[in-house]
């Protein structure tokens, strides 16, 4: 029953260099979502997909890419990190009102 | 795009007493959703309100969904320390994409 799962857990950068974070979910689910979230700052949407092969932004996509080539999946590519990128990720799967949200991946860029 | 404000931003009370959060939004809401995000967890969803004038019940929570659909207040009697977290409400600002408030961190003294 492991609902939605993001790796890595924890992720150091340097500035400028690239990663995936990634997503995948066990429930079918057609949504899902990148929010990050910094202190004050609530949730903010990145990137959302409604179904494998569409993607839109969201309200701060600029620095991200993400592609959903299955149902499953939803990685969250960082082209070039940046320390403004520094803060904690969350991946959301959702099939009717209800989002599941992944652990979290708490990412530090320097 | 459409927002929704969220106060006050933090809450310290004294366990026993009494919590509110409110959320407002200037443009009329479709639905507005609650969800818990305990320190250093990921947010879970509470509860969901569609209409007009909704008063929803979990135990010692009272949801709010206001009469013209533009504002929605969480209220918590008698806090437990389990109830320390971060209270967040959020909307569909489409039907694929949940926008989140900045939240409400409640802590506790015992």
């Known amino acids: 029953n492991a609902g939605v799962t993001q790796t890595p857990k924890f992720q150091v950068l340097k500035t400028g260099q690239s990663m995936t974070l990634q997503c995948a979910q066990d429930?079918?689910?057609?949504?899902m979502s990148w929010y990050r979230q910094d202190p004050g700052m609530g949730l903010r949407l990145i990137h959302y997909?409604?179904?494998?092969?569409?993607?839109d932004q969201g309200e701060v996509p600029n620095g991200y890419n993400v592609s959903r080539s299955t149902t499953e999946d939803f990685p969250l590519r960082l082209l070039s990190a940046a320390p403004s990128q520094t803060s904690v990720y969350f991946c959301?799967?959702?099939?009717?009102?209800?989002?599941?949200f992944g652990q979290g991946t708490r990412l530090t860029v320097v | 795009g459409q927002q929704v404000m969220q106060i006050p931003q933090y809450q310290h009370v004294q366990e026993g007493e009494d919590f509110t959060t409110y959320c407002n939004s200037s443009t009329t809401l479709s639905n507005i959703q609650w969800y818990k995000q305990r320190p250093g967890g990921h947010p879970v969803f509470l509860i969901q309100?569609?209409?007009?004038?909704e008063v929803k019940k979990q135990k010692r929570l009272t949801f709010q969904f206001g009469e013209a659909k533009k504002n929605s207040s969480l209220h918590i009697t008698a806090t437990q320390t389990t109830d320390v977290g971060t209270y967040f409400c959020?909307?569909?600002?489409?039907?694929?994409?949940?926008?989140f408030g900045s939240g409400t961190r409640l802590s506790i003294r015992p």
């Open positions: 959301a799967s959702r099939q009717g009102s209800e989002a599941f």
């Open positions: 429930m079918n689910h057609e949504y």
């Open positions: 997909s409604v179904g494998a092969g569409i993607t």
């Open positions: 309100l569609v209409k007009s004038g």
């Open positions: 959020a909307f569909y600002s489409s039907a694929s994409k949940i926008i």
